[in-house]
């Protein structure tokens, strides 16, 4: 509308915030200034608008938002919390997919953490027969066999058998084999019973050399 005002050729433009009937028919261009508050109120009412989404958006932002597991508590104020990148993405995104999207060098190792588990198997001794050379190297161990077993070759007790400890080949029970075995064990064996007395006849010999000796030197 026009300014009322004597001596003057300007125009001035008004929007009007409520119906002003009293400016009606008075130098105004369309005759009526409704057009004008309508327009008023529809931004009054986009503005409102406006202002309840930005003041819903963080309560509902809250409430959605999971609790970063990575979260310092509460009580250490001076900790600065870690950052977590799929705070705000969708909960589409479940632990698998977190799981998934690691780096390489961020997934868990699970061979690491996970126990480890290790049988053993139970070591069983070979045994040789002292009398024929036969070596038992059978699944049972022989600790657990029967008082009553015997050498399956010569019938040797078992009282005559003993540890055995160099390798067992498969062919260690061939005739030929097993002979030169027994040829070995009867000269340890001859060995093992003139060594004592040599050790005897040694001591003898130098118990009468000490005699001998203390006798010259007294006469």
């Known amino acids: 509308?026009?300014?009322?005002?004597?001596?003057?050729?300007?125009?001035?433009?008004?929007?009007?915030?409520?119906?002003?009937?009293?400016?009606?028919?008075?130098?105004?261009?369309?005759?009526?200034?409704?057009?004008?508050?309508?327009?008023?109120?529809?931004?009054?009412?986009?503005?409102s608008y406006n202002m309840a989404l930005q003041l819903q958006a963080p309560t509902t932002r809250n409430r959605l938002a999971p609790p970063s597991p990575l979260a310092a508590p509460k009580g250490n104020a001076?900790?600065?919390?870690?950052?977590?990148?799929?705070?705000?993405?969708?909960?589409?995104?479940?632990?698998?997919?977190?799981?998934?999207?690691?780096?390489?060098?961020?997934?868990?190792?699970?061979?690491?953490?996970?126990?480890?588990?290790?049988?053993?198997?139970?070591?069983?001794?070979?045994?040789?027969?002292r009398d024929c050379g036969y070596i038992y190297n059978d699944r049972t161990p022989f600790e657990k066999l029967p008082d009553k077993y015997f050498c399956p070759v010569c019938g040797a007790p078992k009282r005559r058998f003993r540890a055995y400890q160099p390798p067992v080949t498969k062919d260690a029970n061939k005739k030929d084999v097993r002979k030169e075995r027994k040829a070995q064990l009867q000269r340890e064996e001859a060995i093992g019973k003139a060594l004592p007395i040599a050790i005897v006849v040694g001591v003898v010999a130098l118990v009468g050399l000490y005699f001998y000796i203390n006798v010259g030197f007294q006469g």
């Open 78 to 129: 001076g900790l600065r919390q870690p950052s977590d990148s799929f705070a705000l993405k969708s909960s589409f995104f479940s632990s698998s997919h977190h799981l998934l999207l690691l780096s390489p060098k961020q997934k868990p190792l699970a061979s690491s953490s996970a126990p480890k588990f290790s049988m053993r198997v139970a070591s069983k001794g070979a045994y040789i027969c």
């Open 1 to 47: 509308m026009a300014n009322s005002r004597p001596n003057t050729n300007g125009s001035q433009f008004f929007i009007c915030t409520a119906m002003a009937l009293w400016l009606e028919g008075k130098h105004v261009v369309f005759e009526t200034i409704v057009d004008g508050y309508s327009v008023v109120e529809k931004m009054k009412l986009q503005l």
